[in-house]
């Protein structure tokens, strides 16, 4: 598999790489550029940033480059794996990701040399890799882009942890070679203070497997956009996220699965909760099938658990069909608030209400818990969501 060129994007409908693309057929399908000219900064009254508390992103939006020293970067673990930098001021310009906002155009035109990751071919990684991204300081900006190449019929995993205080824009584009298995997991543990915008795109080899965990729990603004496409029919996609906003959060998910080849496969699959006056969540998640993706399969499901008065979750699932020859495609999305039966099931056999109010939400994240399947991950995720609990009882 090869990583994508101006030419081959002009194979693909794009007349320049850096060049805005404008669909004309589908509505599913999104701008994008390298030129923080064709995004214009947002006001807010725009589809995309319609739920987004735009006023508090202005440092985001800036095309001034960012504070010396805002984050630091510490990549560990799987010593076999190349860490060096890849030049993304020339062309080509990116591998996978082209911006499709202000804030990934941004990340992009402001940092000159990418964090490249490459796996090799034919190996297996035993231990994770692990590349922690710490804030300095509440309101320093921060750029940042990261390119990680899994090499054909590799396995690996690969955790991308954010800590810490800044104001930050991160963009991710993975490259899944031919046959290989690639887990990417972002945690997102921000400081109360930190702002974070991030572009994650996977291109999917034939017959991969590509797994995207997304575990959102801190930060005062976070909202990421994770898309998905392939570059040859058979690969798999699944998407996974979590999240638990309290009082005074904004936590943003938006998904973008594109099926361009036929035989593949698509499931996303994320779950929130609030709790807190003003908690805020938002889920946005867009599947395309296009005319030339035969015999695919795809589903997406979101679901949100309601536990106080005050908080609000968005969620707007889409399904664009452009052919009548796939294997199955469909959607649902809830909201609810606690179920009050379920507590007084639980606190009639003895169980204390503050006891049972974590059961109920433990069940509630149990099934997709279970799907991510990576210990060190879950273990840190039911512990922190047991803390964010613990916040409202005190």
Same mark, same amino acid.
């Given at each position: 598999?090869?990583?994508?060129?101006?030419?081959?994007?002009?194979?693909?409908?794009?007349?320049?790489?850096?060049?805005?693309? =404008?669909?004309?057929?589908?509505?599913?399908?999104?701008?994008?550029?390298?030129?923080?000219?064709?995004?214009?900064?947002?006001?807010?009254?725009?589809?995309?940033?319609?739920?987004?508390?735009?006023?508090?992103?202005?440092?985001?939006?800036?095309?001034?480059?960012?504070?010396?020293?805002?984050?630091?970067?510490?990549?560990?673990?799987?010593?076999?794996? =190349?860490?060096?930098?890849?030049?993304?001021?020339?062309?080509?310009?990116?591998?996978?990701?082209?911006?499709?906002?202000?804030?990934?155009?941004?990340?992009?035109?402001?940092?000159?040399?990418?964090?490249?990751?490459?796996?090799?071919?034919?190996?297996?990684?035993? $231990?994770?890799?692990?590349?922690?991204?710490?804030?300095?300081? %509440?309101?320093?900006?921060?750029? %940042?882009?990261?390119?990680?190449?899994?090499?054909?019929?590799?396995?690996?995993?690969?955790?991308?942890?954010?800590?810490?205080?800044?104001?930050?824009?991160? +963009?991710?584009?993975?490259?899944?070679?031919?046959?290989? +298995?690639?887990?990417?997991?972002?945690?997102?543990?921000?400081?109360?203070? %930190?702002?974070?915008?991030?572009?994650?795109?996977?291109?999917?080899?034939?017959?991969?497997?590509?797994?995207?965990?997304?575990?959102?729990? *801190?930060?005062?603004? =976070?909202?990421? +956009?994770?898309?998905?496409?392939?570059?040859?029919?058979?690969?798999?996609?699944?998407?996974? *996220?979590?999240?638990?906003?309290?009082?005074?959060?904004?936590?943003?998910?938006?998904?973008?699965?594109?099926? +361009?080849?036929?035989?593949?496969?698509?499931?996303?699959?994320?779950?929130? %909760?609030?709790?807190?006056?003003?908690?805020?969540?938002?889920?946005?998640?867009? =599947?395309?099938?296009?005319? $030339?993706?035969?015999?695919? $399969?795809?589903?997406?499901?979101?679901?949100?658990?309601?536990?106080?008065? *005050?908080?609000?979750?968005?969620?707007?699932?889409?399904?664009?069909?452009?052919?009548?020859?796939?294997?199955?495609?469909?959607?649902?999305?809830?909201?609810?608030?606690?179920?009050?039966?379920?507590?007084?099931?639980?606190?009639?056999?003895?169980?204390?209400?503050?006891?049972?109010?974590?059961?109920?939400?433990?069940?509630?994240?149990?099934?997709?818990?279970?799907?991510?399947?990576?210990?060190?991950?879950?273990?840190?995720?039911?512990?922190?969501?047991?803390?964010?609990?613990?916040?409202?009882?005190?």
């Amino acid at each position: 598999m090869t990583l994508i060129t101006p030419e081959r994007n002009q194979a693909q409908g794009h007349t320049d790489s850096s060049a805005a693309f =404008v669909p004309d057929q589908s509505r599913a399908e999104r701008k994008t550029s390298f030129e923080s000219a064709d995004f214009p900064v947002p006001h807010g009254r725009e589809e995309e940033w319609r739920f987004t508390p735009i006023d508090t992103l202005t440092n985001l939006f800036s095309d001034a480059a960012g504070d010396d020293g805002a984050v630091t970067v510490d990549v560990s673990g799987a010593q076999a794996v =190349v860490a060096d930098t890849l030049d993304i001021g020339e062309a080509p310009r990116g591998t996978v990701l082209t911006p499709a906002d202000r804030a990934a155009v941004v990340a992009s035109a402001n940092t000159e040399q990418a964090l490249h990751l490459k796996l090799d071919n034919d190996t297996e990684y035993a $231990e994770p890799l692990r590349v922690r991204v710490h804030g300095e300081g %509440a309101g320093r900006r921060s750029n %940042a882009h990261y390119v990680i190449e899994a090499g054909r019929h590799s396995k690996a995993l690969v955790i991308l942890e954010h800590t810490g205080s800044a104001d930050h824009t991160g +963009n991710l584009e993975v490259v899944v070679g031919d046959g290989a +298995n690639l887990t990417v997991v972002s945690l997102q543990q921000w400081d109360d203070d %930190a702002n974070h915008l991030g572009q994650h795109d996977a291109m999917v080899g034939r017959d991969a497997t590509y797994r995207h965990i997304v575990v959102t729990l *801190g930060g005062n603004v =976070v909202r990421l +956009n994770s898309n998905v496409k392939y570059a040859g029919p058979g690969g798999d996609a699944t998407l996974l *996220g979590v999240y638990f906003a309290d009082a005074g959060q904004h936590l943003e998910h938006r998904s973008f699965v594109d099926h +361009n080849a036929p035989r593949c496969r698509s499931l996303v699959t994320y779950k929130g %909760a609030l709790q807190g006056d003003t908690a805020r969540t938002v889920w946005v998640g867009d =599947v395309l099938i296009r005319a $030339e993706a035969e015999g695919i $399969e795809t589903y997406e499901l979101n679901r949100n658990l309601v536990l106080t008065d *005050g908080a609000r979750a968005d969620s707007v699932p889409n399904l664009e069909i452009e052919t009548g020859d796939i294997e199955g495609a469909g959607h649902a999305s809830s909201t609810g608030r606690f179920d009050d039966e379920q507590l007084f099931y639980l606190q009639a056999r003895g169980i204390p209400e503050a006891e049972a109010r974590r059961l109920v939400v433990r069940g509630f994240f149990a099934d997709i818990v279970a799907k991510i399947g990576v210990p060190e991950v879950v273990d840190g995720l039911m512990e922190a969501i047991e803390d964010e609990l613990a916040a409202t009882e005190q």
